[in-house]
Structure formats: C-alpha cells, structure tokens
C-alpha cells in the first residue's frame, strides 16, 4: 500500500523509519518531511494545513493510508475534510477528528472532559479577558507555584509555572489583555502545581478498542537540572522504572478507560492516538494534558521498543480493526538526546551544515529541524536539530551510546542536554 505522513520533525522521520521496515509498504511520501525522511520516502513539498494539496497529492499518488503526524491539522479538522469528500471517503486516515482533537486543541475543552468523566487532575479554573480582575483574585488566594496555560495550541510554549502571585498576576495580564500567545491565550486555564514525577503514557485507538503502547519520559526545558524555558522536548527515556504493573494498572483504571467511555459518550469516534502527559504523585497518577497525537521527542524512544510491523497495527487501527492485531515490545531501554540550535528555544539561525556521524550499532539519528540546501548539503532548519536515539540493556548503556553519538554531531552552535536520564538512575 501506498502511505503519506504529515509532518515534518523528528516524529514523522521516526515513523517514516519504522513504516518502511514492513513489507506492506509499497510506496511513502512525507509532506513535507526533513532530510531524514528525504533518504527513505518522497517529500511532497506541502504544508501540513494545505487540506485541498494534501488532498490532490494522496488522489495522485493512489495513498491509501494517512497518518497525521502534528496537531495542528488535526485541530482544524483534517480528518472532516477527507470525509467531507466523495472521493477521499474511502481513504483511511490516522488521527481524531476535529471534535476528538479538542482534547489538546482547547485546555478548557479538556478539564471540562476531566471533570465530567471524574479522571484525576489537578483543580482549575479558566479566565477570560472580562473576567480578568476575578482571576487575579483567585491568584491572590492560591498557593505556590502555580499553572496557567494558554488554552488553545501554542506550539509547546503556551504552560507558565509563576513562583509567586505577582509572577502569576503579570503573566495572566500579558495572556488575556497583550495575548501572549495570540488567540491561543484568548481564554487562560489557571491550575494547581502538582509535585511529583511526570511521564507520558500513548494510547492508539481505533474508536472502539485501544493498545497501550510503551510509556516515556520526556525532559521539557533546556537546561540541565531542568532549570530556563520550556521547550518542545530536550530528550527522552523508555521505559520508565516507576511504571511498574501496579502504576500501570491505575492509569488504565483511573484514566484510559474512563477516557474511552467519556468520547463515546460525548459522541466521538476518535481514531489515532492519545497522548496522556501524566504526573506520578506520591504513587497516583494524575493526568496533566491530552494530546492528540504521539509526542515528539517521546515518539523517537516508544516505536523503536515496538518489536512488531508498526503498518499493521497502524492499518488496523484506522481500519476499526485494532482488537485482531497484538504487538511485541523489547525489554531493552530507548533513550533519545535532542540536539538543538544555539539560542533554542529563543531566537536562532539556520542554513548550517551539519556532519552527521558514521551510522553506529544500536544508535539511529532522526532528523527533526533539517533540509537539503542547493548545494546538496544537510543543514539546520529549525530549533531541535536532530534526535539521537540509542538501545541499550540498560538506562545507563543506552544513555552513553546516545550522548556519544549527540557529541559527535557538527554544526555551528549545537547544544544539547547532557543529563537527559540520570534523574531515573
């Protein structure tokens, strides 16, 4: 069959690599894609919101399977559009509609959901612009630190932890009445800080059935120590020592299965994936948002532990057939370094050349901020670079081989975290 992702970072390379690995697939093309999925699919120059593009493209290419990397499109109702279409209809796509993506698309959308469906989460409430002057009193009540986030889509930038109540007050000011964060902070959720240790757990749904795929750990700001801004992610680990049996049992309890019923119930027939960020207090789990696709770099570490043809499981799923299909997944550990432009995630160049190093045993390189320059050469072309992911027996093996193989990468003002999984040794 012939297949098309959208998308253009370290997720979709990382799909690309594992979908030509089944004998299903005939023909890939990636749009837009890297450099990376450039050595394994065709890239469709084709931005991830160009619907009628995306549209000709998969009539073109006889595409029988799309699989939505990024949110965005997902939000704006992709997935409507094909099936808005008499001759898209029967083309099989991978990811929630419109409806189903609000869950990452509107944070307000979501505790709503959370409320109503009685899955643990930290208390909240939401402000608008006229209710500004309330909301600062509410902040002036609350204890310390405390959440407020953007509630629509703010590329992994739209979350503020406020130390204090002036902090808290000056930045839901610059949300609601200076839109920080454009129309994505038009509406605020302001939410309790829960202290514990987070992970990120991957639900893949067919609407009907559901997998739980191997769980991740991601490493969100760019310095070490987890210390500056956030970013869209500096590293991550699989899988993660505190999620044994008993932690696991509690996230499909408390949080999976309630979340299926409560989208059946609210009429959704969602078909993808569902990212549960979680926050592990005390030994409960808490969920602190839904995305409606897999993570990025957390994707990098989850399908290189899938022992089985990641095609298959996908078709099925988008098929409605998941409940016929199982998976292998290895007992060896993933971690993945990200690799970053200087002045990430502030303001930094492109058009670098970057070398790449020799091809490693039990190291893959995914390309996330990558393209070809006339030249030919790879360069930089975005904020993280590259994902170094390696395999190991253990956290430790796998962590010396991705931090060898992030340190051997040239370009002009590469960074990267060099602590990513000590905090789980």
């Not at 502030?346 to 893959?364: H, L, S």
Request: net charge negative; hydrophobic share 40%.
């Amino acid at each position: 069959m012939n297949i098309l992702i959208v998308g253009s970072g370290g997720r979709e390379h990382a799909f690309a690599w594992k979908i030509v690995q089944s004998p299903l697939c005939q023909k890939l093309f990636v749009a837009p894609g890297n450099a990376g999925t450039a050595q394994l699919a065709t890239n469709l120059s084709i931005g991830v919101n160009d619907f009628e593009a995306i549209a000709a493209a998969v009539l073109e290419n006889s595409i029988s399977l799309v699989i939505v990397g990024p949110e965005e499109p997902l939000v704006r109702g992709i997935r409507d559009y094909f099936e808005s279409r008499e001759d898209l209809k029967k083309v099989l796509v991978l990811g929630p509609d419109s409806k189903g993506a609000q869950l990452e698309g509107s944070k307000d959308f979501s505790k709503n959901f959370m409320a109503k469906n009685q899955i643990p989460t930290a208390a909240s409430r939401t402000f608008v612009k006229e209710t500004l002057e309330e909301g600062l009193q509410y902040i002036a009540e609350q204890q310390f630190p405390l959440v407020l986030k953007a509630d629509g889509l703010a590329a992994g930038k739209g979350v503020i932890i406020a130390a204090n109540a002036e902090e808290a007050q000056s930045t839901l000011r610059e949300m609601l009445v200076d839109a920080k964060f454009g129309d994505a902070s038009h509406k605020v959720v302001i939410e309790e800080y829960l202290h514990g240790i987070e992970l990120s757990v991957f639900v893949l749904t067919d609407g009907e059935h559901y997998h739980i795929l191997p769980e991740a750990k991601d490493y969100k700001r760019i310095g070490e120590g987890d210390t500056g801004p956030n970013t869209g992610g500096m590293g991550a680990v699989s899988p993660v020592p505190f999620y044994d049996d008993a932690f696991q049992k509690k996230v499909e309890e408390r949080i999976v299965r309630p979340t299926m019923n409560g989208l059946k119930a609210e009429g959704i027939r969602y078909v993808g994936f569902i990212f549960i960020g979680l926050m592990n207090v005390k030994g409960d789990p808490y969920v602190i948002e839904y995305n409606c696709r897999m993570g990025d770099p957390e994707t990098e570490v989850v399908l290189p532990r899938i022992d089985s043809d990641l095609l298959v499981i996908l078709k099925a799923a988008a098929e409605g057939k998941l409940k016929y299909v199982n998976f292998a997944v290895s007992n060896k550990t993933a971690l993945t370094t990200v690799v970053v432009a200087g002045g990430y995630p502030g303001d930094y160049g492109k058009g670098d050349v970057i070398q790449v190093p020799e091809k490693q045993n039990y190291t893959t390189i995914f390309h996330a901020g990558t393209k070809h320059s006339e030249a030919g050469e790879v360069v930089t072309n975005g904020g993280r670079v590259l994902a170094v992911t390696a395999l190991g027996t253990s956290i430790t093996e796998a962590r010396q081989r991705s931090q060898t193989a992030a340190a051997a990468v040239q370009y002009e003002g590469k960074y990267f975290r060099r602590d990513i999984g000590l905090d789980l040794l």
